[in-house]
């Protein structure tokens, strides 16, 4: 009998241990705590016991009690927050019966915040106030908010952040309209030309050099086709088809050698007269 003291003793402390293990992991014992913390004032213990409750198993009643405990703690945002959830998650009997009690907490809470209202901006753009994460446009509700100046930051895809400072007012309603502005468009580079050398070595028919020694050479065949169309006309008896060849060909002749000699007469002289202008503007502008 003595022998065997040792091993129940060991067995004991075993089911004890396993007993406050499975009451440290039930949502229910966790619950009890949490009241019996709060009972003593302790507001953070009995937070960390609902907060653990909630995890283990999420209810309505451990989402109120997080509630009130952050309520006793004055962290008035966050109560709010939980507050409002759990008055709007459900019918349970639980929460009908503590109804009244959870709507005269939340309305005190809220005597300590005042609200923002977010009326403009496009749809999803994220909310931020002091750098924390809020929501997303359209807001469900306002933004409750510690009175004094929060920080809003609003960042939409394809426009520019809106930031601002947002004057809160105890239990009044701030109201925003941000304009958002569309990026700037991506620089435009420029497009590279590539000059292509002009060919110097073949000659233009612009060129006043390259007209002028065509109007000699269209004057010099002129004259020498009508000059064979004239012997052609002379030597030849009257209404022979010699004669009427040599009438053509004095004829075309005359032309093109008629044609050759004015390009060759105007391009002379359009030369002549462009190195007297520039002569005159070099000599004009010397002057001065």
């Given at each position: 009998?003595?022998?065997?003291?040792?091993?129940?003793?060991?067995?004991?402390?075993?089911?004890?241990?396993?007993?406050?293990?499975?009451?440290?992991?039930?949502?229910?014992?966790?619950?009890?705590?949490?009241?019996?913390?709060?009972?003593?004032?302790?507001?953070?213990?009995?937070?960390?016991?609902?907060?653990?409750?909630?995890?283990?198993?999420?209810?309505?009643?451990?989402?109120?009690?997080?509630?009130?405990?952050?309520q006793?703690?004055?962290r008035?945002?966050?109560?709010?927050?939980?507050?409002?959830?759990?008055?709007?998650?459900?019918?349970?009997?639980?929460?009908?019966?503590?109804?009244?009690?959870?709507?005269?907490?939340?309305?005190?809470?809220?005597?300590?915040?005042?609200?923002?209202?977010?009326?403009?901006?496009?749809?999803?753009?994220?909310?931020?106030?002091?750098?924390?994460?809020?929501?997303?446009?359209?807001?469900?509700?306002?933004?409750?908010?510690?009175?004094?100046?929060?920080?809003?930051?609003?960042?939409?895809?394809?426009?520019?952040?809106?930031?601002?400072?947002?004057?809160?007012?105890?239990?009044?309603?701030?109201r925003?309209?941000?304009?958002?502005?569309?990026?700037?468009?991506?620089?435009?580079?420029?497009?590279?030309?590539?000059?292509?050398p002009?060919?110097?070595?073949?000659?233009?028919?612009?060129?006043?050099?390259?007209?002028?020694?065509?109007?000699?050479?269209?004057?010099?065949?002129?004259?020498?086709?009508?000059?064979?169309?004239?012997?052609?006309?002379?030597?030849s008896?009257?209404?022979?088809?010699?004669?009427?060849?040599?009438?053509?060909?004095?004829?075309?002749?005359?032309?093109?050698?008629l044609?050759?000699?004015?390009?060759?007469?105007?391009?002379?002289?359009?030369?002549?007269?462009?190195?007297?202008?520039?002569?005159?503007?070099?000599?004009?502008?010397?002057?001065?």
């Amino acid at each position: 009998m003595v022998r065997g003291l040792p091993l129940l003793i060991v067995f004991s402390l075993a089911l004890g241990q396993g007993q406050a293990w499975a009451e440290r992991d039930d949502p229910d014992a966790l619950i009890a705590q949490g009241l019996k913390a709060m009972r003593k004032g302790d507001y953070q213990a009995a937070l960390d016991a609902f907060q653990r409750a909630h995890q283990a198993r999420p209810t309505t009643r451990s989402h109120a009690e997080i509630g009130l405990a952050e309520q006793a703690l004055h962290r008035w945002i966050e109560a709010e927050a939980d507050l409002a959830a759990a008055l709007s998650e459900g019918t349970d009997e639980w929460l009908q019966e503590h109804r009244m009690l959870l709507e005269k907490a939340l309305a005190d809470v809220r005597s300590h915040l005042g609200m923002l209202t977010v009326e403009s901006g496009p749809r999803g753009a994220e909310v931020k106030i002091d750098g924390e994460r809020r929501g997303v446009l359209p807001l469900p509700r306002p933004l409750w908010l510690l009175p004094g100046t929060a920080r809003v930051e609003i960042t939409a895809s394809g426009r520019r952040p809106w930031r601002g400072d947002a004057s809160i007012q105890l239990g009044e309603t701030t109201r925003l309209a941000p304009i958002f502005e569309p990026l700037d468009p991506p620089p435009v580079l420029p497009v590279a030309t590539v000059a292509r050398p002009r060919n110097t070595d073949r000659p233009h028919l612009s060129d006043p050099k390259t007209l002028k020694i065509l109007g000699w050479l269209a004057l010099a065949a002129g004259s020498a086709a009508a000059g064979s169309g004239a012997f052609l006309v002379a030597n030849s008896h009257a209404g022979s088809t010699q004669r009427l060849a040599g009438i053509e060909c004095l004829a075309l002749g005359s032309a093109v050698a008629l044609s050759g000699g004015v390009i060759a007469v105007v391009t002379a002289w359009r030369s002549t007269a462009s190195g007297n202008e520039t002569a005159a503007g070099i000599s004009f502008a010397g002057r001065f």
